[in-house]
């Protein structure tokens, strides 16, 4: 019984040197997954500062795009109002060489 007692010893001695170097690892593991949520963390708040930062490109972007769409509309409406206008005029300036026609100032040709 005694030789019993030391092989159950010398096998209880290679689990426990087997159960240290297992602690060992997970300690060391333990450490390397603190470190790298550490990392996630600050790369979490970079991402989450490039999500502002794009939020606020989309942001400038779609009141840009609003702006250009005003300054076009106006262009166009000007545009538009000058034609009218020329044609105003022109119609005027005919309306003024009949006149000056009639009353003989310049010759109708």
Same mark, same amino acid.
């Given at each position: 019984? #005694?030789?019993? @007692?030391?092989?159950?010893?010398? %096998?209880? $001695?290679?689990? +426990?040197? /087997?159960?240290?170097?297992? !602690?060992?690892?997970?300690?060391?593991? #333990?450490?390397? @997954?603190?470190?790298?949520?550490? %990392?996630? $963390?600050?790369? +979490?708040? /970079?991402?989450?500062?490039? !999500?502002?930062?794009?939020?606020?490109?989309?942001?400038?972007?779609?009141?840009?795009?609003?702006?250009?769409?005003?300054?076009?509309s106006d262009v166009k409406n000007g545009l538009y109002k000058s034609k009218h206008q020329f044609r105003l005029i022109e119609e005027q300036g005919?309306?003024?060489?009949?006149?000056?026609?009639?009353?003989?100032?310049?010759?109708?040709?």
């Amino acid at each position: 019984m #005694d030789e019993n @007692m030391k092989l159950i010893m010398t %096998e209880f $001695a290679k689990l +426990n040197e /087997r159960m240290t170097s297992i !602690e060992t690892a997970i300690s060391k593991l #333990d450490k390397r @997954m603190t470190k790298t949520e550490e %990392e996630l $963390a600050q790369v +979490n708040s /970079r991402f989450g500062m490039f !999500e502002l930062n794009a939020d606020k490109a989309q942001d400038n972007y779609e009141k840009l795009e609003a702006c250009l769409l005003t300054v076009a509309s106006d262009v166009k409406n000007g545009l538009y109002k000058s034609k009218h206008q020329f044609r105003l005029i022109e119609e005027q300036g005919n309306a003024i060489i009949k006149v000056l026609g009639y009353k003989g100032l310049v010759p109708l040709e």
